[in-house]
């Protein structure tokens, strides 16, 4: 019997592919075999000597001490690509809102008062206040063209966007056979000036931490939409403040609602939600439940 602890819900989708008569599963359990986990931090946390391997139901694995897994020779699995549609919607989305200040005008019309024909009158001066613009001949610089980086460059090319992408890891011919109409950008600076959208989607490393800092953000073009659907520490937030105090950034839309950004005014702020989607949540538990069974069962890694 295999016994796996899971430290978030993971989809029940997952779960039934590890048969009842061969594995026992809790969130709380002596000895575990594998421990499956979503967004839960486990620096620090005791990860008993029983454990041979963990399975993150998501694609980065900052949460969990890779480094110190791999020393005990603890197998650490993730899921590329499993929620990367999910990730994707929601930078249109973030996009969408920003060019049409929808957080704005959400909050605008919460405030109304009085009866219907006061209202039908603030409607005016709504439709006044808050002007959008469109995204076609727009561009997009996409830093990361990885499994959600390629897809996000791919819809926007479908919404009429000029897309450039930045990925130091690949190899312009690689990134050409994803993407084949996403320009490339020389550097990261160089995408970072030609862009009136940066949308990021790097893994959280020492080289990506605060990787959009003071000189980066001064490199921005005036107005531009910075979205953040990776990680927080990929931005320095206090130089990010003063980007947006001079209107070189003029909005900063990210799903991670610190304290010091999340109420102001050119900020949309969501609770982590890229990969939260019914079917974005079954694939990674299905993923990571294969995974760690085939390593469990026969040893096999299917990704690591
Ligand atoms: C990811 O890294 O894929 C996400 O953080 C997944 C999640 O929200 O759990």
Redesign the pocket.
């Known amino acids: 019997m295999f016994k796996i602890q899971t430290l978030n819900n993971i989809s029940v989708a997952g779960l039934e592919r590890l048969p009842r008569d061969r594995y026992e599963i809790a969130s709380e359990i002596a000895n575990p075999d594998a421990i499956l986990v979503?967004?839960a931090d486990m620096h620090g946390m005791a990860i008993p000597p029983s454990v041979k391997a963990i399975g993150r139901?998501?694609?980065?694995t900052n949460n969990i001490p890779v480094a110190e897994m791999t020393r005990r020779g603890v197998v650490v699995f993730n899921t590329p690509g499993a929620?990367a549609n999910a990730v994707k919607e929601l930078v249109l989305t973030g996009m969408l809102m920003a060019a049409r200040n929808i957080p704005q005008a959400l909050e605008f019309v919460k405030s109304l008062t009085g009866d219907d024909e006061s209202i039908h009158e603030a409607v005016e001066s709504g439709k006044k206040r808050f002007v959008g613009f469109e995204l076609p001949g727009r561009t997009l610089g996409v830093v990361g063209l990885g499994a959600i980086g390629v897809r996000v460059a791919n819809a926007a090319l479908a919404l009429g966007m000029r897309v450039i992408g930045y990925d130091p890891t690949i190899t312009v011919e690689r990134a050409w056979q994803l993407s084949s109409e996403v320009k490339q950008a020389l550097s990261l600076d160089d995408l970072l000036v030609r862009s009136d959208f940066v949308s990021l989607h790097v893994p959280l490393t020492a080289e990506t931490r605060a990787m959009i800092g003071g000189a980066r953000l001064k490199t921005l073009r005036k107005g531009t939409t910075l979205l953040n659907f990776a990680r927080q520490e990929i931005v320095d937030e206090e130089m990010l403040l003063e980007a947006l105090e001079t209107g070189r950034l003029l909005v900063y839309c990210c799903d991670f609602p610190s304290s010091r950004l999340k109420g102001h005014p050119q900020v949309i702020a969501l609770p982590?939600l890229?990969?939260?989607t019914k079917e974005a949540e079954e694939n990674c538990a299905v993923m990571v439940a294969d995974q760690v069974r085939a390593y469990l069962e026969d040893g096999n890694v299917t990704n690591s």
Do not use: K, W, Y
Request: proline share 0%.
């Open positions: 979503r967004s139901a998501g694609a980065g929620n982590h890229g990969a939260s």
